[in-house]
């Protein structure tokens, strides 16, 4: 009878935990975003660009032409730029 109480203590607690994580990872996804060009790095982009079709494929740092999703309103704060190749990428 004791190792049925664990069982289902520890099926309860699962339950739980998993009940939190969603809830967690829903709130992130509603968190409003835009793109932001000039700050992904190599390797980290999230979308294509004219020299390339795929996430993933940005050559260097923070180039102008290459972009990855913020929070909104953090863009400018993080040297990017809301434009391609925009005042406020790096370059």
Avoid: F
């Avoid at 795929?54 to 434009?83: F, H, I, Q, R």
């Amino acid at each position: 009878m004791k190792s049925s109480r664990l069982l289902i203590g520890s099926a309860l607690a699962g339950l739980v935990a998993a009940t939190l994580a969603a809830q967690a990872s829903a709130a992130e996804k509603a968190a409003p975003t835009e793109k932001c060009y000039g700050v992904a790095k190599a390797g980290q982009n999230d979308c294509g660009t004219a020299r390339h079709s795929c996430a993933g494929k940005a050559m260097s740092d923070n180039d102008p032409a290459d972009w990855k999703y913020v929070p909104k309103g953090t863009c400018e704060k993080a040297g990017g730029s809301l434009a391609p190749g925009g005042k406020g990428a790096r370059k």
